[in-house]
């Protein structure tokens, strides 16, 4: 039996039980991904980290699984990695499969996230406006990411938002309804039962293509953020030399040991 240390951190959070939880798995090499797609349905958070040592333009190599799915992109999770790993350095590079190189950075009590943007574009999606009930405007990226934002007329729409998730599961999206915030510059809430989770928390992903989306409809490239799920989480979002930059606090909330 191997024993592997496994921490779990609430990202985008400055006190337990708030933001989003991910679970961060260092390994010396990978192991099967049938193993670590197991892993993360035992762990059944919205995703699993695994990490291994890099060399090159990278300080560690990232992939990310929901409960269900390897996904190609997760912010939080991502955050949650720097956090755990950071030790004494500033700044950490990973290196992704479909999301290139992720760099987490300290920032006093905070950490930033640098991504790569997600651009929408104004689409057509009756089906998901059925599945989510709501009306509104549809702006959908490239299918190789998958994000889908619907804008509403107020954050009490964004609260109240009740998606019928059985039909949702069966539209292979990041679907995220936004507004302009009531304590915020904008607040969302996330849904992709398709990949397994029917609310994400706080989600870094979703961010990627708001911080665009946003930055444009406001007329500035930095603002505040909160995700209305039952948890809620605040992130700091700006555009900065052609990418996304997150902020946000991490709490660990356990580690322990997982045995195989």
């Keep these: 039996m191997s024993e592997y ?9 400055d006190r337990p039980f708030t933001g989003n939880p991910a679970a961060v798995m260092p390994l010396d090499a990978w192991l099967p991904d049938d193993v670590l797609q197991a892993i993360a349905m035992e762990n059944n958070l919205a995703e699993t980290a695994f990490t291994i040592e890099a060399h090159g333009d990278a300080d560690y190599d990232l992939r990310w699984f929901t409960p269900t799915v390897e996904v190609a992109l997760c912010g939080h999770a991502t955050l949650a990695s720097g956090h755990v790993l950071m030790g004494d350095r500033d700044r950490l590079r990973f290196r992704t ?30 089906g998901l406006l059925a599945a989510l009930g709501v009306e509104g405007p549809v702006y959908l990226s490239d299918p ?12 009490a729409a964004v609260r109240g938002c009740a998606p019928d998730f059985g ?10 309804v936004t507004a302009p915030g009531d304590e915020t510059d904008i607040i969302s809430r996330v849904f992709v039962p398709a990949w397994g989770i029917d609310e994400d928390p706080v989600t870094g992903a979703a961010h990627a293509a708001l911080t665009p989306f ?19 989480g605040h992130l700091s979002c700006r555009l900065e030399d052609g ?4 902020g946000g606090q991490c709490v660990t909330v356990l580690e322990g040991k997982f045995r195989l």
Excluded at 109 to 117: E, F, M
Excluded at 144 to 155: H, R, S
Excluded at 214 to 232: D, K, N, P, T, V
């Design 5 to 13: 240390r496994l921490v779990q951190v609430d990202a985008f959070a």
């Design 97 to 126: 499969r479909k999301s290139g190189i992720l760099t987490v950075t300290r920032d006093g009590d905070r950490l930033s996230l640098d991504l790569p943007p997600t651009p929408v574009a104004p689409a057509e999606h009756a």
């Design 144 to 155: 190789a990411k998958g994000a889908a934002v619907v804008l509403l007329e107020d954050a």
């Design 167 to 176: 039909k949702l599961k069966q539209i292979d999206l990041l679907a995220i």
């Design 214 to 232: 946003w930055s444009e409809r406001l007329g500035h490239g930095a603002f505040s953020a909160y995700q209305a799920s039952r948890r809620g």
């Design 243 to 246: 990418r996304v930059i997150l």
